[in-house]
């Protein structure tokens, strides 16, 4: 005879139907899957060439004004350093912002005085994936 | 093309990362996707606020990106289900202050009762047994929903899990016997 407690636990249990997979389970996460794979390194490469094409074309107009400019030296000195310094790091602020706010905190260090902390940003982040040391380890 | 239906998991993914031939990955899918389903699904719980279906596909998206981990030093599919297990706990975890609460439109008329009052009594009861298998520890609570609410044996709860049968017995036990303790605290009688 079937004990009260499972009785009751399957009646609980019942009042929603065990659910079943979809007919195009595979087919979803094979199209997950390929959406993300080229999402991944297509997305890092073409921010790269489009960094490199923005880099020339920022290098190319700022020689062409700064050599027409009838600026002092000084004057123009400080725009080649403005330009070298903030392009730069303008673009890879689009592209890596922590790395960005990392390379600015290290820039801000003598003139804040004291040695700061390293930045939380600027750390090397831990992998989310665990290595697993042994067989017992479980995955994530 | 893939390999064969009859080459066993371990070669199948050795070949996948040689290949990464998207049939073969197709292959390890369709062989484990109904099992890995009714994890999830056993994890989740009827009550749970999340879709099977779709942790199901977050599952076997990660193990392609986690593919290169497997070491081979266990069998995939131990490897798989214990991925899925893991997952899927994380997830009902982060979704837990949504399932506390076991919905009232789930326990809805109940076809046993034989008037309204007796009707309204037993929504109660298993109203506060839903919320007492809810809490249970989250092993006991999925070998509950696997073996109660999807109707597998202890046989295949045990190979799915990784554990010896008398385990998943002594789970099922364990689980009886905390819902009838704490059932009793809650006034249900007729559980003895």
């Known amino acids: 005879m079937e004990d009260p407690v499972e009785r009751l636990i399957r009646r609980t249990l019942g009042r929603r139907a065990p659910p079943k997979p979809g007919p195009m389970l595979a087919d979803d996460v094979l199209r997950r899957v390929?959406?993300?794979q080229p999402a991944a390194g297509?997305?890092?490469?073409?921010?790269?060439r489009w960094l490199m094409a923005s880099w020339l074309m920022t290098a190319a107009a700022s020689i062409e004004v700064l050599a027409r400019l009838p600026w002092s030296d000084g004057a123009r000195t400080l725009a080649w350093g403005l330009a070298l310094v903030l392009v730069p790091l303008a673009y890879s602020?689009?592209?890596?912002?922590?790395?960005?706010?990392?390379?600015?905190?290290?820039?801000?260090r003598p003139l804040l005085g004291g040695p700061l902390d390293e930045p939380a940003a600027a750390s090397p982040r831990w992998p989310s994936g665990h290595r697993s040391r042994g067989a017992s380890r479980a995955p994530s | 093309m893939g390999?064969?239906?009859?080459?066993?998991?371990?070669?199948?993914?050795?070949?996948?990362?040689?290949?990464?031939?998207?049939?073969?990955?197709?292959?390890?899918?369709?062989?484990?996707?109904?099992?890995?389903?009714r994890l999830v699904a056993s994890i989740l719980g009827p009550f749970a606020?999340?879709?099977?279906?779709?942790?199901?596909?977050?599952?076997?998206?990660?193990?392609?990106?986690?593919?290169?981990?497997?070491r081979g030093e266990a069998r995939f599919s131990t490897w798989l289900y214990r991925l899925t297990y893991n997952r899927t706990i994380d997830r009902r975890r982060r979704a837990r202050l949504r399932t506390e609460h076991v919905p009232s439109e789930s326990l809805e008329e109940s076809a046993t009762s034989t008037g309204p009052l007796?009707?309204?009594?037993?929504?109660?009861?298993?109203?506060?047994?839903?919320r007492l298998i809810e809490g249970l520890p989250e092993l006991y609570r999925s070998v509950v929903h696997m073996h109660y609410w999807m109707d597998q044996s202890?046989?295949?709860?045990?190979?799915?899990?990784?554990?010896?049968?008398?385990?998943?017995?002594?789970?099922?036990?364990?689980?009886?016997?905390?819902?009838?303790?704490?059932?009793?605290?809650?006034?249900?009688?007729?559980?003895?």
């Open chain 2, 3 to 37: 390999s064969p239906p009859g080459t066993d998991d371990e070669a199948v993914v050795a070949a996948y990362r040689r290949t990464r031939d998207p049939d073969l990955f197709r292959l390890l899918v369709e062989r484990h996707q109904e099992r890995v389903f």
């Open chain 1, 34 to 36: 390929a959406a993300r």
């Open chain 2, 49 to 70: 606020d999340l879709d099977a279906e779709e942790l199901t596909q977050e599952v076997f998206v990660r193990v392609h990106e986690r593919l290169d981990t497997f």
């Open chain 1, 42 to 48: 297509g997305r890092r490469g073409a921010s790269r």
């Open chain 1, 93 to 108: 602020a689009a592209l890596w912002p922590d790395r960005a706010l990392g390379f600015l905190v290290l820039c801000a």
């Open chain 2, 154 to 192: 202890i046989d295949e709860i045990a190979e799915t899990l990784g554990i010896p049968a008398g385990t998943v017995k002594s789970y099922l036990s364990r689980a009886r016997q905390r819902l009838r303790e704490q059932a009793r605290v809650q006034g249900i009688q007729g559980l003895e």
């Open chain 2, 118 to 130: 007796e009707a309204a009594l037993d929504r109660e009861r298993e109203r506060v047994v839903a």
